[in-house]
């Protein structure tokens, strides 16, 4: 751990340079977190791409004998007369009634409705039926990049910096969201996809996220951090709007990629994090960034020379401090279960969220309507928590918003199919409370964090998070076995992790801890059950004494 250690008066040196001179909050900050905010935006652009692309039409087996050459309607009376009927009385997707033997059996052909989704890769390529597996394979290449992506780009983000680690994500990122839309072999766009996950969403998020939780004030942490949820969901419902304009997938994919253009700008624009720059024992560059956001916000002219001396004679004594890793992470016993603690709930909260959101194209409506409506609850989710999380706390609303997700996705496996516009509503209310859990718990991470380790650990709970998108797609599947079961997995994944959350500790109006020491004596002993009963006996102490 040594190699971690920033001294105690160095970091009270930075304290005061970044908290009373810099300020909580001033234009500075708000001219760089609406860069990076950029890549919110772009990021839930490129996560939920891959439901209208690779969205799944209604469908059935073409008739040879009736439509050889020529495709009748979907809806064909003549053409369903000869597609079977399945135990609920809709027609079978895949199976036909052969008029010479009278049975059922398997097609290789298929006729889709059209209506909503005109031209996507799963009618290109029919991976419908006997190929279903394919189409949700080809989604879980994608999480597996994000899953790759988060922990390595955490990584890199903490060894070589933020801001290289965000600027080279975007620059990739533009390329390949492009240039994946001409793919037009399957295998091959399992490998682009891979590559898509890794560079379109959580690896480009998360630097970016990290450098405005660290340049802003405590006060200001949980509205900026929450600002950059509302920007992911914008992303999502511009998708829904470019997805209802644009029947081509390609032009929808080349659309969506040009999107990144704008952020190239952050080669030039932004500033390198100045917590992780000191952390680094680079003090000089550390202050210099800071003078000059003190001069951005028209403050007084900070003394450079004064603070880089005192930062070099407070480091000297010390090993120059290093970013952490992954082991650093999980080798002290508190900050172990810590990590235990939040990888799980990332991960549940995860299941529930993507669960949720890559369902909208099984739901019965148009799919375009429902995946914006889904982007759309998360604003006034992130609304309420802005109003909410300064009052109640990080650890109680999280818990609460994951509790009330469980029973609306509880609630929705229940529901009769032919009621769905019941099943969309309570749908989005399970999608506005888990939204709002895991907007909370971005922001909570990384106020439990330390700088030395903060990219690269919620770099590892966001890969977590991603291997649980993996596994929506083929959870998505288990619909085929009973209808109940993908959203029953939901609300299993989100009570559960309504209730580890209660093992954390608040950080509300609480300093960020800095090095390995603070993370692993932050909160110790404080959970929701410890914090209850303290408050009972205080309560009952003072009864007493009253009387």
Known sequence: MGNVLVLDLSIRVLKNLLDFILREFGKYQLYQCILLMLTAFTTGMHTLSIVPINGIPNHRCQVPWLENGTNLAWDSPTALAAIPLNPDGTYSSCLLINPTTNLTEACDKWVYDRTHFKDTRTVEWDLVCDKKWLGALSKSFFMLGVF??????????????????????????????????FVNNYYAYLVASFIYGMFGSAGSYIPAFVIAMELVGPSKRTSCGLVFTVMFATGVMLVALWAYFIPSYVTLQVVIGLHVVPTLSLWWLIDESPRWLWSQGRIAESVNIVAKAVKFNGGDKVDRAYYVSKGQAQTSTTETASAGGFVDLFRTPRLRKRMITLSYTWFADSIAYYGLSLASDNMVGNPYFILFVLGMVEIPSCILVILLLDRTGRRSLTSIMLLLGGVSCTVVAFIPKDMSNVITAVACLGKFCVSGGFSIVFNYSAELLPTVVRNCGIGFCSACARLAAILCPLILLLDSVDRSLPTITFALAAFTSGFFTLFLPETLNKAMPESMEDGENFGAGDTAFNACFSKKRTEDYELANSK
């Open 148 to 181: 790759i992506g988060s922990f390595t780009v955490g990584y890199f983000a903490d060894k070589y910096g933020r801001k290289k680690a965000q600027c080279w994500t975007q620059t990739i990122q533009l390329i390949i969201s492009i240039g994946i839309a």
